[in-house]
């Protein structure tokens, strides 16, 4: 299988709910990130990670908590949401190779709705 | 305040004719700046870039314009076709090359209409 491969690409969970979001990426990239997507706003940064240390989070709040194990993998661990954090959960990888545009490849994403 | 502005929420445009969708920005330090396009229920796919250095680079029917004075881009689909529906998302690379973070507008939905 190859690109960004996320699971499950629906979720629905309760406010007392745990659980996690996968993301996979088959391009042998070095960086990985989650981005949300909500109506009618921009794709919001939360989470970078580089060479699978987390380099930035966005002052994204703690009910969010991110995994990469390894270069290959993310996890985004969910727990006590609130409803208004029903959104696309968008999963990217890229190549930081020192030159260029940071060109991301996204995943299809992870429908998320907290009731 | 949002650093990358798309200010048409919608276009529509007929199959053949010239497709413009408008960026602006307001940070000078961006390096890089790229447009995505996004069908539903897929995540967006990398259409085109252009150096912060550069005026014009165009690929094929997609040609991306730059005026640094105006902090404006746009991006031009000729001809249009009904494939290219989609909404389409105008980012900008925070400095640092590909170690840059993108940052995003809030997209236009293009209709492409046969």
């Known amino acids: 299988e190859t690109g960004v491969t996320q699971t499950p690409r629906h979720l629905v969970m309760g406010m007392t709910n745990k659980k996690s979001l996968k993301c996979e990426q088959h391009?042998?990239?070095?960086?990985m990130y989650w981005y949300k997507q909500s109506a009618k706003k921009p794709l919001e940064l939360m989470f970078v990670?580089?060479?699978?240390?987390?380099?930035e989070n966005n002052s994204v709040p703690s009910r969010f908590s991110p995994e990469c194990p390894n270069s290959s993998h993310l996890f985004l661990h969910l727990h006590t949401l609130q409803p208004e954090d029903s959104a696309l959960y968008l999963c990217?990888?890229?190549?930081?190779?020192?030159?260029?545009?940071?060109?991301?490849?996204f995943g299809a994403g992870s429908r998320l709705t907290v009731l | 305040d949002q650093q990358v502005k798309q200010n048409s929420p919608s276009l529509s445009v007929q199959e053949g004719r010239i497709s413009i969708l408008n960026c602006d920005y307001t940070n000078s330090m961006f390096d890089y700046f790229l447009w995505y396009k996004k069908y539903p229920a897929e995540g967006p796919t990398f259409l085109i870039s252009?150096?912060?250095?550069?005026d014009k680079n165009e690929d094929g029917r997609f040609t991306v314009f730059l005026n640094k004075s105006a902090k404006h881009l746009s991006l031009h689909i000729v001809p249009s076709q009904p494939g290219d529906s989609a909404v389409y998302f105008c980012?900008?690379?925070?400095?640092?090359?590909?170690?840059?973070?993108?940052?995003f507008g809030k997209g236009t939905k293009l209709s492409v209409k046969p």
């Open positions: 980012a900008a690379n925070l400095g640092g090359g590909s170690q840059g973070n993108l940052i």
């Open positions: 990670y580089s060479l699978e240390e987390r380099v």
């Open positions: 252009i150096s912060s250095i550069k």
């Open positions: 990217a990888s890229s190549r930081a190779s020192g030159s260029g545009a940071n060109v991301l490849t």
């Open positions: 391009l042998g990239h070095n960086a």
